[in-house]
């Protein structure tokens, strides 16, 4: 039997991702990839492999998932309720999944996007490039019940049972920004009002864009609605007609037309995507200095990740009789079969 | 009001940052034929230079992007070469792409299909009618591909057609709609919401991922839209990718 992930089952929102296509502006195709870049690097670091591998996004909520042979896998991003053959299985971590193995995933706890990563990656076909779903563009599509996804091979003598330190960019926060071309469109009481302001993440986030609603009054450029669409990149706010701010995600339009007041740093961006339904952002401008010494300290704590591995204490396989010692909020034994 | 189309003459071509990684060239605020032209040429030029840390390039309607790795690249120096590069010549001159093709493709107006050309052609201060007739008229160029893969920016139409957008979106169109505002139309090639006003739908599909050569149209092509009725288009539908559409070259 080929070396395969079979969903049993699979959330509404489920595909795979990797790094994404960059190149390709110029056709009018936007870089894609995995909504939480800090995820991929998680899971590589886990792993003990390249953080150019592809894995399974999960927007919201899992799935279940058997493995057809014996292999790693890694739970990263969004915390979700996992259990291995009913047993409670701790997130941020890399674990066994045995042949004929039963892995349920369940619901995020807190943020948006958990990921499945397993040892050697999936390897679904390429596609200019790459292997990950562009939904927007319609390449690859969203994962569903009954799907059979080759892994790749795994490297030799590689082990599992690691787990990272917890992360906090799941509940929102402060993102920072840096201010771009449209930036001065917007008069600079009305920028200050923007820096000020709470916004609430809209339910209607998708990969695409992450829609943020102000607690008081929208926001407007003096060019209105008609100014010349442009080019745009992930990160980037715009700020529709009805005035909320629209921050562009992986999978975003090349261009488009909406002012944009500014664009969040690529460090910061995960926390945007992350940010569930209900949860509050803030948006502070930092000036280019800064902004290049947070993403220069984002990248060393990437390349720390390695470095920060723990052992989990009992092998996951012995994870059964851990039961009754299970303090995680909300997950008891069997809750999760379905 | 627009603070945006008062800066004079003069500070044009101005070079911004766009985002921690991304320096623009825009030649104008507005849609002109030297300044997509200029663009075009100077994202050629850039590529040409292959400076050391930028990772890729485009042109816009009227601007040049380029995108660097903003930890290898010190961005203040890549800022400076281009902006010599930009002061070198005057870009507005610039010849367009040689082997362009001319598109017509055939197109239901209105119909449930379109629900928005009575709108559109409102706001454009003509009657549904002479809203199809213009556009047929006029032969519009490819000055850019974005939004989405392989998606044009068509234009332009005629002055009266400067609408603006919808102030809300539309929640979704479908492949091959074709769509109206400031004076440019836009061919779907993915379904997405929009807010833009749909006058038409085309069976074309300007993306393909799966076929050798996914994406049909290039910088600088031209397009004539015309219009067919339901039946037509639902047998061109049928008939494949190509909705109907043919190209010649342009000689």
């Known amino acids: 039997m080929s070396r395969a992930l079979i969903l049993h089952r699979a959330g509404p929102a489920m595909s795979v991702q990797d790094r994404g296509r960059p190149g390709q502006l110029a056709l009018g195709l936007s870089r894609g990839g995995a909504a939480d870049r800090m995820a991929l690097a998680e899971g590589a670091a886990l792993l003990g492999q390249g953080d150019d591998l592809a894995a399974i996004e999960m927007a919201a909520m899992g799935g279940v998932f058997e493995a057809t042979e014996d292999m790693r896998i890694a739970l990263t991003g969004a915390p979700m309720r996992a259990a291995l053959e009913g047993a409670p299985l701790m997130w941020g971590a890399s674990h066994w999944l045995r042949a004929?193995?039963?892995?349920?995933?369940?619901?995020?706890?807190?943020?948006?996007?958990?990921?499945?990563?397993?040892?050697?990656?999936?390897?679904?076909?390429?596609?200019?490039?790459?292997?990950?779903?562009h939904l927007a563009a319609g390449i690859g599509a969203v994962l569903e019940q009954g799907a059979r996804l080759s892994v790749g091979p795994d490297a030799e003598g590689k082990e599992a049972g690691f787990t990272l330190p917890a992360d906090d960019r799941f509940a929102g926060g402060t993102v920072r920004a840096v201010a771009g071309p449209q930036t001065r469109m917007f008069p600079q009481d009305e920028i200050a009002r923007f820096e000020a302001a709470s916004f609430t993440r809209d339910p209607r986030g998708n990969r695409m864009g992450v829609r943020l609603i102000p607690e008081g009054e929208g926001f407007h450029a003096e060019a209105g609605l008609s100014i010349l669409s442009e080019v745009v990149v992930p990160g980037d706010i715009q700020i529709t007609g009805n005035g909320t701010a629209m921050v562009l995600m992986a999978e975003g339009q090349t261009t488009g037309g909406y002012p944009r007041i500014g664009t969040i740093l690529p460090c910061d961006l995960p926390r945007v995507a992350q940010a569930p339904p209900g949860a509050?952002?803030?948006?502070?401008?930092?000036?280019?200095?800064?902004?290049?010494?947070?993403?220069q300290a984002a990248q060393a704590a990437r390349r720390a990740l390695s470095g920060r591995l723990t052992r989990l204490v009992r092998d996951p396989r012995d994870m059964r009789d851990l039961l009754s010692y299970q303090l995680i909020g909300g997950v008891t034994a069997g809750d999760t079969e379905g | 009001m627009d603070s945006a189309s008062e800066h004079k003459p003069g500070e044009f071509p101005r070079i911004a940052f766009l985002g921690l990684d991304g320096l623009l060239v825009s030649f104008g605020d507005r849609l002109s034929e030297p300044a997509?032209?200029?663009?075009?040429a100077l994202r050629h030029a850039v590529e040409r230079e292959s400076w050391p840390g930028v990772e890729e390039t485009t042109a816009s309607l009227v601007s040049t992007y380029l995108r660097f790795d903003a930890?290898?690249?010190?961005?203040?120096?890549?800022?400076?070469?281009?902006?010599?590069?930009?002061?070198?010549?005057?870009?507005?001159?610039?010849?367009?792409?040689?082997?362009?093709?001319?598109?017509?493709?055939?197109?239901?107006?209105?119909?449930?299909?379109?629900?928005?050309?009575?709108?559109?052609?409102?706001?454009?201060?003509?009657?549904?009618?002479?809203?199809?007739?213009?556009?047929?008229?006029?032969?519009?160029?490819?000055?850019?591909?974005?939004?989405a893969p392989g998606q044009p920016y068509l234009g332009e139409l005629p002055e009266n057609w400067t609408i603006p957008r919808q102030t809300d979106l539309t929640p979704r169109v479908q492949v091959g709609a074709l769509c109206v505002a400031i004076r440019q139309m836009t061919l779907?090639?993915?379904?997405?919401?929009?807010?833009?006003?749909?006058?038409?739908?085309?069976?074309?599909?300007?993306?393909?991922?799966?076929?050798?050569a996914p994406f049909l149209l290039r910088p600088g092509d031209e397009v004539l839209f015309q219009p067919v009725d339901r039946a037509a288009y639902?047998?061109?539908?049928?008939?494949?990718?190509?909705?109907?559409a043919v190209a010649e070259a342009i000689p």
């Open chain 2, 234 to 244: 639902e047998r061109l539908r049928a008939e494949g990718p190509d909705g109907g």
């Open chain 2, 71 to 147: 930890l290898a690249e010190d961005g203040a120096g890549l800022r400076a070469r281009l902006a010599e590069l930009v002061e070198s010549r005057d870009w507005t001159t610039a010849e367009l792409p040689t082997g362009r093709k001319l598109w017509r493709v055939p197109a239901v107006f209105g119909t449930d299909l379109a629900p928005q050309l009575e709108e559109a052609a409102s706001l454009a201060g003509v009657s549904m009618d002479d809203a199809i007739k213009e556009i047929a008229a006029s032969r519009l160029r490819v000055q850019t591909l974005g939004f």
């Open chain 2, 36 to 40: 997509n032209r200029a663009a075009l």
């Open chain 2, 188 to 212: 779907f090639s993915v379904s997405t919401p929009t807010g833009w006003r749909q006058v038409a739908q085309t069976a074309l599909r300007l993306f393909r991922p799966e076929a050798e």
């Open chain 1, 100 to 133: 004929g193995q039963r892995l349920e995933i369940g619901p995020a706890l807190s943020g948006v996007y958990g990921y499945l990563h397993v040892g050697g990656g999936f390897a679904v076909p390429e596609v200019l490039g790459a292997r990950g779903a």
């Open chain 1, 280 to 295: 509050t952002l803030r948006v502070r401008f930092v000036e280019r200095p800064e902004a290049l010494e947070a993403e």
